[in-house]
C-alpha cells in the first residue's frame, strides 16, 4: 500500500448483456473475487456502464470505505472515463480506479468458457494486485489559444474561415497560390443548379479580405509547427510576390504598362490555354487583388535590364519592390484546419488517350475553362485547331476506379460531365456522346439532372472509352479523333469520330501531400488521403487533438460536402476554443532528477520534442504539456532515471506477477 | 560486352536474315553474342493454349541454362522476349507454379533462381551504345528514305521496358541513321502474327490497316525489331499484292539490317537478298546519298 | 427471316460452376470478380470486332456459369495475345491469360469446330517441341495445313517457293542435341498436366 491506510478494493464484474457473461461466468468471478487480498466487495452486474451500475461504486465507497476500484468490463478506450468518473463521484481520486478488459481480450475472442473464465481470473488478479500501488494524480489543464490556422484557401478553407471569424476568433489563412479560391473559382458553372461558380464565390472571397478577423497570406507556405493542442507555434514562409501589398492599390495599370505589349506566356489559372504577362493577376477577381511577379519570365529578373514600365506607371505609390525577399511569420493558434485541396489525375499517365499529343484532347477542368466566359476564349468553345466542335466525347473514369491508376470512385466527374455535356451542348449546339461505366448520381437533385439531360438528347454510351486514335478506317473518319468502345448495352464494338474529347479526369491527393502529412502529424489513408479519426463519428477530427480537416484533402467530394466539412470543422474548432482548457493526461513521464546523468539519449528519441536539457543542470527535462506518455524515454534511459505515471515499475510488475500467478 | 544469345526458333529458320544482320551489327557495335547450348523453343504462344506449367517449363529451362552463364539474356523475337520476361514474372508472383516448375527442372539437374536478365538487342542498342555514338559511327546515311518504326505488341506488353525507356526513345534510332522518323500510331498495334495461318481473313486485315496507315503517312520502309512481325507483314503484303492486286509493296526490314546498312556493312551480311519485299526500290530512288557518304 | 419461338431464357438447372473455379485457380485469373464489365477489354482489343462475344461478356459469363457459351465461342480462338486488354484493364484482370485458360479447357474437352486450325496448330506445335524440343515452322504450318485445309496448299505454293529460294525455309529438323532433349522431354513429362 501507499500510505493510503489498509487496501480497500471493489471489484466490479460487468455482464455487458450477454456480451461478456455469455462466455464468462461472471457469478463465478465475483465469487472467486472475494477471495482476493485486499478485496472487500466484490459484485456482477448487468451493465455497471449504466447509472445503477455506477451508483453501486459510489454507494460501496461510501458505505464500506473503498480505496480502489476494479472494473472488468470493456475496453478503456470506451468507458474508462465513466468509471473514472464514477470514482470521482464517490469522493476518490479518479486514479485510483484501473479497468480490465474482459470482454475485447476475453469473452469475444474465445469460445471456450472455461478457459475464458479463468483468464477473467488471472486478468483481474493482475489489476487488483496493480491498483495497490495507484498514487492519487491530477489532470493538467492548459489554456487554449483562441486563434486559428487554416492551411489551404480553396472554397472549404474559405468557409470555416469566414465561420470562425464571424464567431469572432481570429484566423489566419494560408494559401500557396497567389489568390485563394482554389479550383471552384476555375469552375464555370456548379452542378446540378447550374448556377455560376465565379457568382458564389467571389463574395466570400471579397468577404475574406474584409473580415477584420481574418489574416490572409497568399503565396505561403508553413513550414513548421510546435506544440500540441490548444498551443501550436506555426512558421509560415511568404515567398516574394514583388508587390507590396500595403502600397499597391489594385489598379493593375502596371499590368498593362508592361514592356510585353501581348501576353506571352502559359497562364497557370487557364491552366495553359491563355496567356499572361510576366506581371500578371490571375483571374480578373482574383483576392487579394493585386498583381505578381513571375520572376521566371520577368526581363527584370532575368536580365536586370528591363525599363521597368510598370515601375514608372506606379508612380509615387512604389508598390512594386523587385527586391522583396521571402519573409517568415511565427504565430501561435490553438487548433488548425487542413483545408490543402487535391490535384486533378495527369491524363498523360494514360498514353492511350492522347492528351498532350492530340491537340483537341481537353481534360475537365480545361474544358470548365474554355467554356467559361472569363476564361481564354471568353466561353466560346474554340479548339486549339481554331475549329467549333460539332460532335464531343466525354470519356468518364480517367485516372478513378482503375488500377493502374487510382482505384476509387472522385465521386464527382459523373456529375461534373453531365454539366459539361449540358454547357459545351449549350455552347455549340455540338453532339455529345459521353462514355460511362456508371452513372452515379446519388446527390439532391442529381438524377433529376441526369434525367434532364437524357431527355436533351445527349447520347451516354456505357462503355469505358479504351483509347482515343488518328487512324481512319473509313474517309467519314478523316481528320476526327476516333474513340474505340464497347457499347456494352448493345453488345457492339464501336468507333466514334469526334471533334473534341473530353478525358473526365479524377480528384488525387496532392503531390506534396504526404510532405504536410507529416509536417502536422497526422495520418494518411494507402491512397494519401488525409485520415479522419472515425469515418462516422469524428469524420473532421484527426489523430492528432486540434487538428481538424475539411474539404477535399481528406478525399473526393463536392461543393457542398466541401462546404459542410468545412463548417463541421470551424465547429470542432469553435468547441474546442469554447471550453477555453484542455485537460491533459496524467500519464505522463518525469524525470528523478537526482538520478539522472545528462547523458541525453531520451532527447531524439521523444517523437514529440518533449524532453530539452537544461545547460545549468546538465540534466533532461521534461515539457509535460508536450508528453504523450508513450514511454520511450522511459525504456530507453539508461539510469533508469525517468518514471512514468501509472506506468510506475512497481505497478506494472504487480500487474505481472498477477497474470503469473495462474495457479 | 558479351550477352547470352537465345536465338528462338525462327532466327535458326525463316529469320536466318534476321541473324545474320543482328550478328553483323553487333559485332561492328563491340557487342558479342554467345549462342545459349542447348536451348528449347520458348514455348510461345501457342503452348500455353494447351498446358499452362509445360509453357513454362518451357521458358523456366532456358533462363535456368542461361543463369549458368551469368550473363543477361537476349533474345531478338518479342515472342521469346516477353515469354521468357512473363515466366520469370508468373514463377516470382505464383509460388505454387514456382514449385513445380522447379521441380520439373531438378528431374535435369537444373536450378532456377530468377537472377537472369532478358533483354531485347534493341534495348542493349538504345542502352549499351546510345543514339549519340550510334550517329557518329553511321558511314551511310539513309538521307531521304521515311521510316515507320514498328514495334510490335509483345515489346511493351504486358511489361514496361527496363530502366524507363520508352518508345519514343527507340523513335529516334531512325534519325539517328540519317532518315526521316515516321511516327505512326499503330506502331505497337498487333499485326495479328499469331493468326497467320490459322485465322487468315482476319490477320489479314490486321497487316492491311497497318500497312495502309504506313502508307498514309508517306512511309517508304517500316522497320520492325520481331521476326515473327517481319514475316507476318511481309507474307501478307506478297498475298494481298497477288490477291487484290493491291500494290502497297513497302519492305519491312529487320531493324538491325537498317542499322547495317547505315553503318556500312556490305548488303550480303545483313541478308538483305533475303527480303521477300526488296529494299531495292528505296535504295533506287535515294542511291546518291547514300553511296556517296560511304 | 421467320421469328423464332424457341424460348432463350437460360435456367438456373444449366449453369456450371466448375470453369469460374478452374479460371480463378489460374495465373492471372484469380481477379475475374473484379470486373465491372466496363468493356476496356473489348474496346482495346484489335479482333473484337470479330468476335461473337467480347472478353468482356465472355468474362461475365464465366462467372455466371454460362459454361458452354464460352467454350463454344469463336471469341476465345482469335485472341492474339496482344496484351492491349491486359495492361488496361481497370480491374487488373489478365485478360490474355483467362482467354489461353479458356483454350485450354476447350481443347481439353474437344470443344472446336472440325478442321479448326488455332486447335491444331497448338497441338501440333506441342508434339513438335516434344519430340525435337525447337519448332520448325515449315513442317508445322505444312502439318496443319494437311490437317486442316489441304487445298490451302495449292495457293500457298508460291509463298513457299519465294521463301525456299531466299533461304528461308529449312527442310531438316532443328533438334537439341540428344542429352539435352532426353532431359527436356522427362521435365516436360514430371510437370505433367493439371494436377
Known amino acids: 500500500m501507499n500510505g493510503n491506510g489498509n487496501l480497500r478494493v471493489g471489484l466490479y464484474i460487468c455482464h455487458c448483456?450477454?456480451?461478456?457473461?455469455?462466455?464468462?461466468?461472471?457469478?463465478?468471478?465475483?465469487?472467486?473475487?472475494?477471495?482476493?487480498?485486499?478485496?472487500?466487495?466484490?459484485?456482477?452486474?448487468?451493465?455497471?456502464?449504466?447509472?445503477?451500475?455506477?451508483?453501486?461504486?459510489?454507494?460501496?465507497?461510501?458505505?464500506?470505505?473503498?480505496?480502489?476500484?476494479?472494473?472488468?468490463?470493456?475496453?478503456?478506450?470506451?468507458?474508462?472515463?465513466?468509471?473514472?468518473?464514477?470514482?470521482?463521484?464517490?469522493?476518490?481520486?479518479?486514479?485510483?480506479?484501473?479497468?480490465?478488459?474482459?470482454?475485447?481480450?476475453?469473452?469475444?475472442?474465445?469460445?471456450?468458457?472455461?478457459?475464458?473464465?479463468?483468464?477473467?481470473?488471472?486478468?483481474?488478479?493482475?489489476?487488483?494486485?496493480?491498483?495497490?500501488?495507484?498514487?492519487?494524480?491530477?489532470?493538467?489543464?492548459?489554456?487554449?489559444?483562441?486563434?486559428?490556422?487554416?492551411?489551404?484557401?480553396?472554397?472549404?478553407?474559405?468557409?470555416?474561415?469566414?465561420?470562425?471569424?464571424?464567431?469572432?476568433?481570429?484566423?489566419?489563412?494560408?494559401?500557396?497560390?497567389?489568390?485563394?479560391?482554389?479550383?471552384?473559382?476555375?469552375?464555370?458553372?456548379?452542378?446540378?443548379?447550374?448556377?455560376?461558380?465565379?457568382?458564389?464565390?467571389?463574395?466570400?472571397?471579397?468577404?475574406?479580405?474584409?473580415?477584420?478577423?481574418?489574416?490572409?497570406?497568399?503565396?505561403?507556405?508553413?513550414?513548421?509547427?510546435?506544440?500540441?493542442?490548444?498551443?501550436?507555434?506555426?512558421?509560415?514562409?511568404?515567398?516574394?510576390?514583388?508587390?507590396?501589398?500595403?502600397?499597391?492599390?489594385?489598379?493593375?495599370?502596371?499590368?498593362?504598362?508592361?514592356?510585353?505589349?501581348?501576353?506571352?506566356?502559359?497562364?497557370?489559372?487557364?491552366?495553359?490555354?491563355?496567356?499572361?504577362?510576366?506581371?500578371?493577376?490571375?483571374?480578373?477577381?482574383?483576392?487579394?487583388?493585386?498583381?505578381?511577379?513571375?520572376?521566371?519570365?520577368?526581363?527584370?529578373?532575368?536580365?536586370?535590364?528591363?525599363?521597368?514600365?510598370?515601375?514608372?506607371?506606379?508612380?509615387?505609390?512604389?508598390?512594386?519592390?523587385?527586391?522583396?525577399?521571402?519573409?517568415?511569420?511565427?504565430?501561435?493558434?490553438?487548433?488548425?484546419?487542413?483545408?490543402?485541396?487535391?490535384?486533378?489525375?495527369?491524363?498523360?499517365?494514360?498514353?492511350?488517350?492522347?492528351?498532350?499529343?492530340?491537340?483537341?484532347?481537353?481534360?475537365?477542368?480545361?474544358?470548365?475553362?474554355?467554356?467559361?466566359?472569363?476564361?481564354?476564349?471568353?466561353?466560346?468553345?474554340?479548339?486549339?485547331?481554331?475549329?467549333?466542335?460539332?460532335?464531343?466525347?466525354?470519356?468518364?473514369?480517367?485516372?478513378?476506379?482503375?488500377?493502374?491508376?487510382?482505384?476509387?470512385?472522385?465521386?464527382?466527374?459523373?456529375?461534373?460531365?453531365?454539366?459539361?455535356?449540358?454547357?459545351?451542348?449549350?455552347?455549340?449546339?455540338?453532339?455529345?456522346?459521353?462514355?460511362?461505366?456508371?452513372?452515379?448520381?446519388?446527390?439532391?437533385?442529381?438524377?433529376?439532372?441526369?434525367?434532364?439531360?437524357?431527355?436533351?438528347?445527349?447520347?451516354?454510351?456505357?462503355?469505358?472509352?479504351?483509347?482515343?486514335?488518328?487512324?481512319?478506317?473509313?474517309?467519314?473518319?478523316?481528320?476526327?479523333?476516333?474513340?474505340?468502345?464497347?457499347?456494352?448495352?448493345?453488345?457492339?464494338?464501336?468507333?466514334?469520330?469526334?471533334?473534341?474529347?473530353?478525358?473526365?479526369?479524377?480528384?488525387?491527393?496532392?503531390?506534396?501531400?504526404?510532405?504536410?502529412?507529416?509536417?502536422?502529424?497526422?495520418?494518411?489513408?494507402?491512397?494519401?488521403?488525409?485520415?479522419?479519426?472515425?469515418?462516422?463519428?469524428?469524420?473532421?477530427?484527426?489523430?492528432?487533438?486540434?487538428?481538424?480537416?475539411?474539404?477535399?484533402?481528406?478525399?473526393?467530394?463536392?461543393?457542398?460536402?466541401?462546404?459542410?466539412?468545412?463548417?463541421?470543422?470551424?465547429?470542432?474548432?469553435?468547441?474546442?476554443?469554447?471550453?477555453?482548457?484542455?485537460?491533459?493526461?496524467?500519464?505522463?513521464?518525469?524525470?528523478?532528477?537526482?538520478?539522472?546523468?545528462?547523458?541525453?539519449?531520451?532527447?531524439?528519441?521523444?517523437?514529440?520534442?518533449?524532453?530539452?536539457?537544461?545547460?545549468?543542470?546538465?540534466?533532461?527535462?521534461?515539457?509535460?504539456?508536450?508528453?504523450?506518455?508513450?514511454?520511450?524515454?522511459?525504456?530507453?534511459?539508461?539510469?533508469?532515471?525517468?518514471?512514468?505515471?501509472?506506468?510506475?515499475?512497481?505497478?506494472?510488475?504487480?500487474?505481472?506477477?498477477?497474470?503469473?500467478?495462474?495457479? | 560486352m558479351a550477352y547470352t544469345y537465345f536465338p528462338g526458333c525462327c532466327m535458326h529458320g525463316f529469320a536466318r536474315h534476321c541473324q545474320d544482320s543482328l550478328y553483323a551489327v553487333f559485332n561492328a557495335l563491340g557487342l558479342e553474342l554467345r549462342e545459349l547450348k542447348d536451348w528449347n523453343c520458348c514455348g510461345a504462344t501457342s503452348y500455353i493454349a494447351v498446358d499452362e506449367y509445360q509453357a513454362f517449363t518451357l521458358a523456366a529451362r532456358n533462363l535456368a541454362l542461361a543463369e549458368q552463364a551469368g550473363l543477361e539474356v537476349v533474345a531478338p523475337c518479342n515472342a521469346c522476349f516477353m515469354v521468357l520476361k512473363k515466366a520469370q514474372d508468373y514463377l516470382a508472383r505464383y509460388s505454387n507454379l514456382r514449385e513445380r516448375i522447379e521441380a520439373a527442372l531438378a528431374r535435369g539437374g537444373l536450378q532456377y533462381s530468377g537472377t537472369v536478365q532478358v533483354r531485347h538487342p534493341l534495348e542493349i542498342v538504345i542502352e549499351k551504345i546510345g543514339i549519340k555514338a550510334l550517329r557518329e559511327k553511321v558511314k551511310r546515311p539513309l538521307k531521304g528514305w521515311n521510316v515507320a518504326p514498328y514495334y510490335g505488341c509483345l515489346l511493351t506488353r504486358p511489361y514496361t521496358l527496363r530502366n524507363g525507356m520508352t518508345l519514343e526513345a527507340f523513335d529516334q534510332l531512325i534519325p539517328a541513321l540519317g532518315a526521316n522518323l515516321v511516327d505512326f500510331e499503330l506502331k505497337d498495334r498487333c499485326c495479328g502474327g499469331s493468326l497467320t495461318g490459322t485465322i487468315e481473313e482476319v490477320g489479314d486485315r490486321l497487316v492491311y490497316i497497318l500497312l495502309h496507315e504506313a502508307k498514309r503517312h508517306n512511309a517508304d520502309v517500316l522497320v520492325t525489331v520481331c521476326p515473327l512481325c517481319q514475316l507476318n507483314v511481309e507474307t501478307h503484303q506478297k498475298q494481298f499484292i497477288r490477291r487484290d492486286r493491291e500494290d502497297v509493296n513497302i519492305p519491312v526490314p529487320y531493324f538491325t539490317q537498317l542499322i547495317g546498312l547505315a553503318l556500312g556493312i556490305p548488303e550480303k551480311d545483313l541478308g538483305l537478298d533475303r527480303l521477300l519485299v526488296p529494299l531495292d526500290r528505296v535504295l533506287e530512288e535515294h542511291p546518291a546519298e547514300l553511296r556517296a557518304a560511304a | 427471316m421467320s421469328p423464332s419461338f424457341q424460348p432463350s431464357v437460360k435456367y438456373q438447372k444449366q449453369l456450371k460452376r466448375d470453369l469460374a473455379a478452374e479460371i480463378l485457380a489460374t495465373p492471372g485469373g484469380e481477379k475475374i470478380y473484379s470486373c465491372l464489365q466496363c468493356g476496356t477489354c473489348g474496346g482495346s482489343c484489335p479482333l473484337s470486332g470479330y468476335m461473337d462475344f467480347t472478353p468482356r461478356q465472355l468474362i461475365g459469363m464465366v462467372r455466371e456459369g454460362f459454361k458452354q457459351e464460352v467454350i463454344e465461342s469463336f471469341s476465345i480462338w482469335l485472341c492474339a495475345s496482344c496484351y492491349e486488354c491486359t495492361v488496361r484493364c481497370p480491374a487488373g484482370i489478365h485478360v490474355t491469360d483467362v482467354m489461353y485458360a479458356l483454350k485450354r479447357v476447350a481443347i481439353r474437352e474437344g470443344i472446336y469446330p472440325r478442321r479448326f486450325p488455332v486447335p491444331v496448330l497448338a497441338k501440333e506445335f506441342m508434339r513438335m517441341l516434344k519430340s525435337t524440343g525447337r519448332t520448325n515452322e515449315f513442317w508445322l504450318a505444312f502439318k496443319m495445313l494437311v490437317k486442316t485445309t489441304p487445298l490451302k496448299l495449292l495457293t500457298m505454293w508460291p509463298l513457299g517457293l519465294q521463301m525456299l529460294r531466299r533461304g528461308r525455309l529449312c527442310l531438316t529438323f532443328n533438334r537439341i542435341p540428344k542429352p539435352a532433349g532426353e532431359s527436356l522431354r522427362q521435365m516436360l513429362e514430371s510437370v505433367g498436366e493439371r494436377q
Open chain 1, 17 to 663: 448483456g450477454t456480451n461478456i457473461a455469455g462466455t464468462i461466468d461472471v457469478k463465478a468471478v465475483a465469487a472467486w473475487g472475494e477471495t482476493l487480498p485486499g478485496v472487500v466487495v466484490s459484485r456482477e452486474y448487468k451493465y455497471m456502464c449504466s447509472d445503477p451500475g455506477q451508483q453501486l461504486i459510489v454507494d460501496d465507497v461510501r458505505e464500506q470505505h473503498l480505496n480502489r476500484i476494479v472494473v472488468a468490463s470493456c475496453s478503456p478506450l470506451l468507458h474508462e472515463q465513466t468509471f473514472r468518473g464514477a470514482t470521482a463521484k464517490a469522493g476518490l481520486n479518479p486514479f485510483f480506479f484501473h479497468m480490465v478488459n474482459v470482454r475485447e481480450h476475453d469473452s469475444w475472442v474465445h469460445e471456450d468458457k472455461q478457459a475464458a473464465t479463468e483468464k477473467a481470473k488471472d486478468l483481474i488478479r493482475a489489476a487488483v494486485r496493480r491498483v495497490a500501488f495507484h498514487k492519487p494524480l491530477e489532470k493538467k489543464r492548459v489554456p487554449i489559444h483562441p486563434d486559428v490556422l487554416i492551411v489551404g484557401g480553396g472554397i472549404a478553407g474559405i468557409h470555416a474561415a469566414l465561420t470562425l471569424a464571424n464567431a469572432g476568433k481570429h484566423v489566419y489563412l494560408v494559401e500557396r497560390e497567389p489568390t485563394i479560391g482554389g479550383h471552384m473559382a476555375k469552375f464555370d458553372k456548379t452542378f446540378p443548379t447550374l448556377d455560376c461558380a465565379a457568382c458564389i464565390l467571389t463574395p466570400k472571397m471579397t468577404a475574406v479580405k474584409k473580415h477584420p478577423n481574418i489574416t490572409l497570406w497568399t503565396l505561403s507556405d508553413v513550414t513548421q509547427i510546435e506544440g500540441y493542442v490548444g498551443n501550436f507555434t506555426v512558421t509560415v514562409k511568404r515567398h516574394p510576390r514583388y508587390i507590396i501589398e500595403d502600397l499597391c492599390v489594385g489598379c493593375l495599370e502596371c499590368i498593362e504598362a508592361c514592356v510585353y505589349k501581348q501576353a506571352k506566356y502559359p497562364d497557370e489559372f487557364n491552366l495553359g490555354l491563355g496567356k499572361r504577362k510576366p506581371i500578371y493577376i490571375p483571374f480578373p477577381q482574383a483576392v487579394p487583388q493585386l498583381p505578381v511577379i513571375d520572376r521566371e519570365t520577368c526581363i527584370e529578373f532575368k536580365s536586370g535590364r528591363c525599363k521597368k514600365t510598370c515601375v514608372e506607371v506606379c508612380g509615387d505609390r512604389k508598390a512594386i519592390d523587385f527586391k522583396q525577399q521571402e519573409s517568415t511569420e511565427t504565430i501561435n493558434v490553438g487548433s488548425v484546419i487542413l483545408a490543402t485541396g487535391f490535384q486533378v489525375f495527369d491524363a498523360r499517365r494514360l498514353p492511350y488517350y492522347g492528351y498532350g499529343k492530340f491537340p483537341n484532347v481537353y481534360t475537365s477542368l480545361e474544358a470548365e475553362r474554355l467554356i467559361n466566359a472569363a476564361g481564354p476564349t471568353q466561353g466560346e468553345v474554340i479548339l486549339r485547331d481554331g475549329r467549333k466542335p460539332k460532335t464531343v466525347g466525354i470519356l468518364h473514369c480517367i485516372g478513378s476506379r482503375d488500377e493502374n491508376t487510382n482505384r476509387w470512385c472522385s465521386r464527382v466527374c459523373c456529375m461534373y460531365s453531365l454539366k459539361l455535356a449540358h454547357l459545351i451542348k449549350e455552347h455549340t449546339g455540338a453532339e455529345i456522346f459521353n462514355f460511362y461505366i456508371d452513372i452515379r448520381t446519388p446527390g439532391k437533385g442529381f438524377e433529376e439532372f441526369y434525367q434532364r439531360l437524357l431527355n436533351e438528347g445527349v447520347h451516354f454510351i456505357r462503355g469505358k472509352g479504351a483509347e482515343i486514335n488518328t487512324w481512319p478506317l473509313d474517309p467519314s473518319e478523316e481528320g476526327k479523333l476516333i474513340i474505340r468502345v464497347e457499347d456494352t448495352l448493345i453488345g457492339k464494338i464501336r468507333r466514334i469520330p469526334v471533334d473534341m474529347v473530353v478525358l473526365s479526369v479524377g480528384l488525387e491527393p496532392h503531390a506534396d501531400a504526404g510532405d504536410v502529412r507529416r509536417l502536422f502529424n497526422i495520418s494518411c489513408s494507402s491512397e494519401g488521403w488525409f485520415l479522419e479519426r472515425h469515418p462516422k463519428l469524428a469524420p473532421v477530427n484527426t489523430f492528432t487533438d486540434g487538428i481538424f480537416l475539411a474539404g477535399c484533402c481528406q478525399g473526393p467530394k463536392d461543393i457542398p460536402d466541401s462546404v459542410a466539412q468545412a463548417g463541421a470543422a470551424a465547429a470542432e474548432s469553435l468547441a474546442l476554443i469554447d471550453s477555453k482548457f484542455v485537460e491533459l493526461e496524467p500519464n505522463t513521464a518525469y524525470i528523478l532528477e537526482e538520478a539522472c546523468s545528462g547523458c541525453k539519449t531520451c532527447i531524439p528519441l521523444c517523437p514529440y520534442s518533449a524532453i530539452s536539457f537544461v545547460e545549468a543542470k546538465k540534466k533532461a527535462e521534461i515539457n509535460e504539456a508536450l508528453c504523450k506518455g508513450c514511454g520511450t524515454c522511459v525504456a530507453a534511459c539508461p539510469s533508469g532515471s525517468i518514471r512514468q505515471n501509472l506506468f510506475e515499475d512497481e505497478e506494472i510488475f504487480e500487474e505481472i506477477k498477477g497474470v503469473l500467478a495462474h495457479a
